[in-house]
């Protein structure tokens, strides 16, 4: 028996065509929708960012060896550069020589003034004669003190000049005198000396032992690492500049704390909002992320004034765009490394 099916196809070829012309329609409107509410905005001046650490020398000297260059990936405690300390054997071993005067010194003045003191004996000659020669052992025994406390770097030389002044002078006041001279016998005493002298004694004592300590430890910073995982932003540093201790030659890119930046201008900024879905391409990979944060029209003028005011360059400061920075999330985990420096473009949805 057979079977009429020409109704039947009829009946799909006729309704099929309908519907595949309902759907076509649909999305026509979607996309025509979708079109004339929402637009694609492209933002050309982005690119990878990260928090910046500064790399600084330990002592003076200059760069023997650099073994890095701007833009490469170095890992946290990597040798990057090795110096030429200007610390020599030789000037340790002054400073060495110069902390075991420093507490001769001190262990002396700790000990007290050694004084000697005249003792006229009776029956002496002239009473003239006596006094004279008494003048004369005092003005020595002074005189003699003063060079031990000049010596010891308690007193300074004008003092000791006085004393020697003074001892001429009852040396030829002695001379003068005609009367025989007397017997003179001498007495020596223990003097404990001053607080305040004994606190400058120890005050060098205490500068000499710092003085050594940061030239040996200047001697033995011979290394430069890197304290961070990130990306090399060199300065103008090359083989053989000086540096001094404390000196950022270099900032290296955090890898650990890295973000997309754009900078936008007023009109742009005023159609991206917080937390908005953004989407870019970096090295061929299309990614995706969000707004973080926006400059405020304050922060963005201050920053400017700031960028001007410290150009220690003499360079003539940027010329101010006007323009705002938008901070951009990136993925937690992509298949390729991340550098600070890369650049793209952001496509932001914005409403028309």
């Known amino acids: 028996m057979e079977v009429d099916i020409s109704r039947k196809v009829n009946y799909f070829v006729k309704f099929g065509l309908i519907g595949l012309i309902a759907v076509a329609l649909l999305c026509s409107a979607g996309i025509w929708y979708y079109q004339n509410q929402n637009n694609r905005m492209k933002l050309y001046d982005a690119q990878v960012t990260s928090t910046m650490v500064g790399v600084r020398t330990k002592a003076n ?6 073994n890095v260059n701007d833009g490469d990936h170095v890992a946290a405690g990597e040798v990057i550069a090795r110096i030429e300390v200007s610390v020599t054997e030789e000037q340790i ?5 110069n902390l075991e005067l420093a507490k001769r010194n001190l262990a002396e003045i700790q000990k007290g003034q050694t004084i000697t003191t005249p003792v006229m004996s009776e029956g002496g000659g002239g009473g003239g004669s006596t ?3 008494a003048a004369v052992a005092q003005a020595e025994a002074r005189m003699q003190r003063m060079e031990e406390l000049f010596k010891m770097g308690a007193i300074s030389a004008v003092k ?3 004393a020697v002044a003074e001892y001429a002078a009852a040396k030829a006041a002695a001379s003068s005198s005609v009367a025989a001279p007397p017997k003179v016998t001498y007495r020596t005493v223990v003097q404990p000396s001053s607080p305040e002298v004994i606190k400058s004694a120890e005050i060098q004592v205490r500068q000499a032992e710092a003085a050594l300590e940061s030239a040996k430890k200047d001697s033995q910073a011979t290394e430069i690492v890197a304290p961070v995982d990130g990306t090399i932003y060199c300065t103008d540093l090359k083989e053989g500049s000086e540096v001094k201790a404390g000196q950022t030659i270099m900032n290296i890119g955090d890898a650990g704390n890295i973000w997309l930046e754009a900078r936008v201008t007023p009109e742009q900024k005023g159609k991206i909002r917080l937390g908005q879905f953004v989407t870019y ?8 992320g969000t707004v ?17 005011q410290t150009d220690t360059e003499g360079n003539e400061p940027p010329a101010e ?11 937690a985990e992509v298949s390729f490394e991340l550098k600070p420096g890369m650049k ?3 496509q932001v949805a914005v409403d028309k």
């Open 61 to 66: 000297g200059k760069i023997a060896e650099l």
């Open 93 to 97: 071993q002054q400073l060495e020589q």
């Open 131 to 133: 006094v004279s020669q």
């Open 160 to 162: 000791r000049d006085e």
């Open 281 to 288: 391409e970096i090295e061929g990979h299309a990614l995706q």
């Open 292 to 308: 973080l944060e926006i400059e405020s029209d304050d922060d963005a003028a201050e920053n400017e004034e700031a960028s001007a």
């Open 321 to 331: 765009d006007g323009k705002s920075t938008v901070k951009i999330s990136l993925p």
């Open 344 to 346: 793209t473009v952001v």
